[in-house]
């Protein structure tokens, strides 16, 4: 079972749904980051959580220590949002990686 | 933010060569910084990780004589590939930490080398 497990793999939703992915960890974390890549691989980074809830835009990320378990949410999607979308835990000062999840949003 | 630059963004190079790549952190001084690569459709993986000044710390399987990182200043790391071969092509990317961001990392865009 892999420490950090993202789900779905893959998503394909119409433009202006509200998408939700997930995040599981096993593993202690200090944090978590959600990052985004797009066809040609640049990466960049989203957010970077240790408690709560953070805002940027349409992008929304939570997590629950508790639980470990940590959401991506994106409102109002448009088709531009579409990527690989990939949590990584940051435990003892490593990242795990989620495999990602491909996130396709239809006009 | 924080922001960490690559360079190259990408790069081409023949097979039998060596290719530099760099990672700088532009506004904070980076005392780790961690080399990842991605294959096709995989997620990323550690390759090794360095500490300002001292020798880098690679992963099992990664050849450390092929891929040679130096960390000689708290705002640069770099990365060379030497001897490359079509198998190296791949996604390189940086992150950089500093103690006073509190475990938090910053990646580098990345660079998509191609040998051919």
């Known amino acids: 079972k892999n420490e950090v497990e993202q789900s779905p793999q893959n998503l394909t939703a119409q433009e202006g749904e509200f998408i939700t992915i997930n995040c599981s960890y096993s593993v202690g974390i200090s944090a978590l980051h959600w990052l985004q890549q797009h066809p040609g691989g640049g990466i960049v980074s989203l957010f970077m959580?240790?408690?709560?809830?953070k805002k940027h835009g349409r992008l929304i990320a939570t997590i629950n220590i508790q639980e470990k378990h940590s959401s991506l949410h994106i409102t109002a999607s448009h088709p531009r949002d579409s990527a690989v979308y990939i949590c990584?835990?940051?435990?003892?000062?490593?990242?795990?990686w989620g495999a990602g999840t491909k996130l396709i949003i239809k006009p | 933010g924080a922001v960490v630059s690559q360079h190259p963004s990408w790069v081409i190079c023949k097979s039998g060569t060596s290719v530099k790549i760099e990672c700088r952190s532009l506004d904070f001084q980076a005392t780790t910084m961690f080399w990842y690569r991605q294959f096709p459709k995989q997620s990323l993986m550690l390759m090794a990780t360095?500490?300002?000044?001292?020798?880098?710390?690679?992963e099992q399987g990664v050849e450390k004589d092929k891929f040679l990182i130096n960390h000689a200043s708290l705002t640069l790391s770099t990365l060379t590939v030497t001897s490359a071969h079509p198998e190296d092509s791949s996604f390189y990317i940086c992150s950089a930490h500093s103690p006073g961001l509190h475990y938090e990392q910053y990646f580098g865009p990345g660079t998509r080398l191609t040998v051919t």
């Open positions: 959580l240790s408690s709560g809830k």
């Open positions: 990584a835990a940051n435990s003892n000062y490593q990242l795990i």
């Open positions: 360095s500490n300002e000044g001292s020798k880098a710390t690679y």
